[in-house]
């Protein structure tokens, strides 16, 4: 396995494996990786004859009260895992090399980025717009690969690519969650134990609207009301937003059907959690 910082270096690398015929595929990430990210890789191996793993904490996606300093990172192991999990080339950029003096350039996916975690994290989206852009500029892969852990983030991340006739397929993988439920996460080693017990309101909710929906409820607002007391029962729970959408447009359904996806996010404590999924 190789492992380059340096960006010119990595275009490089990768515009001469496309020359020499190999076929590219590509995880970008934040690192810190988890089975989540492994089930990624996996997909990426047999996808590709070259298996590219970015790791890259971006700055610009992340507002200035977010968590960007204490993000969890744990570069030994990642590349460990990345080893094991028979990556090729390993791409871990420095801020400065990705976003050097004088940078001015961004992408900025309307629309379906004013919605969902786009209106509660002002440009979070332009900033991964703009890096996953880069990175595709970079490693110049035939496949990369996203997780639906991140709903939005794909739905736009397809637009993106269709948008700009970026030639690079994008293939969407199931989320990966803990025994119990919870969905994988880097950020889940800031929840104390029993903030993390508290967690799984988020996953036990998803089961419940599907109960509901499934047996004919397809009312989206008394779903929801059920969901939200359920939430709020827990102590430490704040709900930043609990809609079910369209999977394409991400636009409120009030009534459910096999289009619908469940979206939500909710501050346990300080940590700001994510989940969906498909209710029919
Ligand atoms: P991150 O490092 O959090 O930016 O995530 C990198 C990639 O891994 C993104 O495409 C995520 O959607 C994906 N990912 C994160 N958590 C999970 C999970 N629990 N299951 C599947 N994919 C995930």
């Not at 009030?254 to 940590?271: C, H, P, Y």
Request: with cysteine; charged share 20%.
């Amino acid at each position: 396995m190789e492992i380059l910082h340096d960006t010119m270096a990595m275009q490089q690398r990768t515009l001469a494996l496309r020359a020499a015929g190999k076929t590219i595929s590509f995880v970008p990430t934040m690192g810190y990786l988890h089975a989540g990210h492994l089930s990624l890789l996996r997909e990426g191996r047999a996808r590709g004859d070259v298996l590219v793993l970015s790791i890259f904490v971006n700055p610009t996606q992340f507002g200035p009260n977010e968590d960007l300093d204490s993000y969890p990172r744990d570069m030994e192991n990642d590349l460990a895992l990345a080893r094991s999990a028979g990556v090729d080339l390993v791409w871990a950029p420095l801020p400065k090399q990705v976003y050097p003096e004088g940078y001015a350039t961004y992408v900025d996916v309307e629309r379906l980025t004013d919605l969902l975690c786009g209106a509660s994290r002002p440009g979070h989206f332009r900033g991964v717009t703009t890096i996953v852009c880069k990175l595709f500029n970079v490693v110049q892969p035939q496949v990369a690969l996203f997780g639906q852990k991140d709903f939005q983030q794909l739905t736009v991340i397809r637009r993106m690519v269709t948008d700009l006739n970026i030639p690079v397929e994008i293939a969407g993988m199931p989320i990966v969650r803990e025994a119990d439920g919870l969905a994988m996460s880097s950020r889940n080693v800031y929840l104390s134990t029993e903030q993390r017990r508290q967690a799984l309101v988020l996953s036990q909710s998803i089961m419940t609207a599907q109960r509901l929906a499934r047996s004919g409820e397809c009312d989206s607002s008394a779903i929801l009301a059920v969901l939200r007391q359920k939430i709020e029962a827990e102590s430490e729970a704040r709900i930043d937003y609990l809609q079910i959408c369209h999977q394409l447009t991400l636009e409120d359904q009030k009534r459910v059907d096999a289009d619908s996806v469940l979206l939500l996010a909710v501050f346990i404590g300080k940590t700001r959690l994510i989940d969906n999924s498909f209710l029919l």
